[in-house]
């Protein structure tokens, strides 16, 4: 059975591998799209908006309301993927440990 000295080691070192992990998570970029393809939204995985792209086609003073629309789902599309990949860094440094919902690091 570990020490005390032994478990604390352990608890900073899982706390040095996710701070590693989330200070990578500006660097991993996720996509998002609506509307087939028609608006796309660009973030990081921490959530930073990098770019959005919208089709030509839809640059006509009509439709002003429909791509409100699509680049809202865009972006939560986006949102969502990023959330994604920052769970996945985060399962990936703590080893697949499961960390109990609301548990942040450092104690």
């Known amino acids: 059975m570990p020490n005390l000295d032994d478990i604390l080691k352990m608890a900073q070192n899982a706390q040095n591998e996710l701070m590693k992990a989330q200070s ?13 393809g028609l ?22 003073p009509s439709e002003k309301q429909m791509i409100e629309d699509l680049i809202a789902a865009a972006i939560n599309d986006a949102r969502s993927k990023a959330d994604l990949a920052a769970a ?20």
């Open 24 to 36: 990578g998570l500006d660097d991993v970029e996720v996509e998002g799209a609506s509307g087939g």
């Open 39 to 60: 608006v796309k939204v660009k973030a990081s995985a921490k959530g930073r908006i990098i770019a959005i792209d919208i089709d030509e086609s839809l640059l006509a």
């Open 88 to 107: 996945d860094a985060m399962k990936k440094a703590t080893g697949g440990l499961q960390l109990p919902p609301g548990f942040k690091m450092p104690f």
